[in-house]
Each structure stands twice: as C-alpha cells, then as structure tokens.
C-alpha cells in the first residue's frame, strides 16, 4: 500500500491522512464512504470493489477501466469515481495540480528529486495526451516508491556490513525484500530491516512493514 500512503502525504487529503493515521484498513474505510455505509457494515465484494478503485486512482483508470475490472456497469464505475473524488477532494486536487504543473514543464519528478520527461502532454493526439496524463499522476507515486526501496536497500545492505552479519539480500519483488540468514540472526535482521523500511523517509504517514520467516520464501509470508 506504499502508493496509497505517498498519495495521502503529496495530496494531504485530510480523509486519507487520518484513515492512515488511525492504522485503518484503507479499502474498507473507502468502502464506507464510497458505499455510504459504517466499517462495520462492509462486506468483502465491498472492500473488493474498493481497492480496485483505490489502485484504479493512483494508475489512472478510467471509468471503462474500472467497469472491466469489477464486471460492473460503466455508469456504476462512474458512480464509484465520483463518489470518491466527492470525499477524496484533496485527492482530486492533487491529480489536476500535478497534470497542470507536468503540462507546464512537461516533466513528472518524484519526491527525491529523479525526473522523467513526458512530452506528449501536449499532444493534439487525445489518446497520447490521456495517457501522458495519466503518466504525470501515476510517475511520482509508483516513482517515489521504487526511489525508497532503493534507498531501503541501500540502508539495509549498509547495516548488514557494519554490523558483520552472515546475512544475504537476495530479492526485490515490487514492495517486499527477500534474505536469507541463519537462525541465530534472524530476529536482528527482522528489527533491522523493519526499522530501516520504516524510516526510510519522513512522510506525513507512517510507513508500516510486515516481516514474515520461514524455511523457504513461501512459508515466510
């Protein structure tokens, strides 16, 4: 869910903020104000349809997107969107101030400064255009994120050097970190790795990390 928290500290939507704030589970509270229900009541089709809107957000989905994903109708799509937007206004905001800025410098940055050029923000071609705009959203979010797993990386592999560990980094997959340790390390590097993670940077969110072992990757999760 790191997409979703950078997207509550860059858009400081004051929904999102304290639904992360409160460490609550962000599909269902969309849910609820999408479905117009209490937490409580949010079965899992619910929560379901939520999350493909919350991910749908941050990728830039259109309502035709959306209607293919939840094999809804398009104008009950459109309903989920605006609903959304209606109690996610910071979010909204967020998207046209981004896209407005991008159009202007015809450049996306993510927050540790890495740039990447979208010059068809100003295409005559609608659907180059749509898709830039939508690249311009999405390139700070899922950028920013592949920036701080890096830099996690960098962090972690430095401590396990200082520290003179026997244990290995072996793989990234998306968000996770894979290693591979003795069993008399394991419990230093689970603190070094969920500390390192956690304070990769200051956002206005906290950044929470699960850590799982096993015999083998599978087990660990």
């Known amino acids: 869910q790191i997409e979703l928290r950078l997207l509550a500290h860059m858009s400081a939507d004051p929904v999102l903020l304290d639904a992360f704030t409160r460490h609550e589970d962000i599909h269902t509270r969309t849910a609820a104000e999408v479905f117009k229900v209490d937490p409580s009541l949010v079965y899992p089709d ?11 957000i941050v990728y830039g989905q259109t309502p035709f997107g959306l209607a293919q994903t939840l094999c809804i109708d398009r104008r009950e799509a459109e309903l989920y969107i605006r609903r959304y937007f209606e109690r996610y206004a910071g979010v909204r905001e967020f998207i046209d101030r981004t896209i407005a800025e991008v159009r202007q410098t015809g450049v996306a940055k993510t927050l540790l400064g890495r740039r990447r050029p979208i010059p068809d923000m100003q295409s ?22 592949a920036d701080l797993i890096k830099l996690a990386m960098i962090r972690i592999d430095r401590r396990i050097r200082e520290e ?33 993670m956690e304070s990769v940077y200051d956002l206005s969110v906290p950044l929470l990390v699960e850590v799982g072992s096993g015999p083998n990757w599978r087990d660990a999760k």
Do not use: I, Y
Request: no cysteine.
């Open 124 to 145: 005559r071609n609608p659907a180059a255009r749509s898709f830039a705009e939508r690249t311009a959203v999405n390139t700070p979010l899922q950028g920013t994120a």
């Open 164 to 196: 003179k560990l026997a244990s290995r980094m072996l793989l990234q997959v998306h968000d996770e970190l894979v290693f591979e340790a003795p069993p008399a390390e394991r419990e230093a590097l689970q603190q070094l790795v969920k500390s390192e």
């Open 46 to 56: 619910m929560r379901r349809a939520a999350k493909a809107v919350n991910f749908g």
